[in-house]
């Protein structure tokens, strides 16, 4: 059975033909199905331009035009990878922060820094127990155990009020604010060391220390505009278990 054309109305005598012989459209529908004799709908493509070529013919976008589509999916994946790489800068940064973060609370809260801590927040408390409490365990064999170091309490609380009175009188008053500054921290010299046990009166003391270090603070304290700052020596020593203690503090 004959077709026509959708696109220029010519008759087409050739049943299988796919595309009009005249204009060369492509057939949105062929009639007389040789399976039944019905008329049976075949979309070989659905979005017929109506655009014709150099020659004449009629053609189809999609069709002449698959790059089109391809170069769409493409740019899809393009966008896709960019947004991907961005997730992945996102959670490495993350990753990064948090893996900083873990080494900045281990560097502050274990070894000789987790001391400085201890000794910072209970001076500025005046909390002198609390210092005496993680004393080297040299300076505890040395001292009267017998008062239950009612001793070395008394001199912690001397050596605060030494610093404390020198603020409440340079600031006129006594609610002030302080900040602890670093000006020196390093691990004994040799000959640092050396004079430093020798002064020691005491038959363990080698069995007990296995290094020192020193520390210098300037603490300055702020009141209503006032500022005033004192210094303080601070002498660390590493013991069994490889940990750091308080031998002594003192005002410079």
């Given at each position: ?25 492509f ?28 020659n ?37 940064l993350?990753?990064?922060a948090?893996?900083l ?5 281990i ?45 070395l ?11 404390f ?55 300055t304290?702020?009141?209503d ?28």
């Amino acid at each position: 059975m004959a077709k026509f054309c959708g696109a220029c109305g010519t008759r087409n005598d050739d049943d299988n033909a796919v595309r009009c012989s005249n204009c060369g459209a492509f057939f949105t529908t062929v009639t007389n199905s040789p399976n039944n004799g019905n008329s049976e709908e075949i979309n070989f493509f659905s979005d017929y331009s109506g655009n014709t070529n150099n020659n004449g013919y009629g053609y189809n976008n999609s069709a002449a035009n698959q790059q089109v589509n391809y170069q769409y999916i493409q740019g899809a994946d393009k966008n896709n990878n960019a947004v991907g790489k961005i997730v992945k800068i996102i959670i490495s940064l993350l990753l990064a922060a948090v893996l900083l973060l873990g080494c900045t609370v281990i560097y502050e809260y274990t070894g000789y820094r987790a001391v400085l801590n201890y000794f910072e927040r209970y001076f500025d408390d005046y909390d002198y127990r609390k210092i005496v409490n993680n004393y080297s365990m040299v300076v505890f064999e040395t001292s009267n155990p017998e008062n239950n170091y009612a001793e070395l309490d008394q001199e912690a609380r001397d050596k605060l009020e030494e610093v404390f009175g020198y603020f409440d009188e340079e600031l006129g008053g006594k609610n002030y604010d302080m900040k602890f500054k670093i000006v020196d921290n390093h691990i004994m010299s040799d000959d640092e060391y050396n004079d430093f046990m020798n002064d020691l009166d005491y038959d363990r003391k080698s069995e007990i220390i296995k290094d020192a270090r020193i520390v210098d603070y300037k603490i300055t304290a702020s009141l209503d505009g006032k500022k005033s700052s004192a210094k303080v020596e601070l002498i660390l020593t590493l013991e069994d278990g490889n940990k750091w203690k308080i031998y002594s503090f003192d005002e410079k």
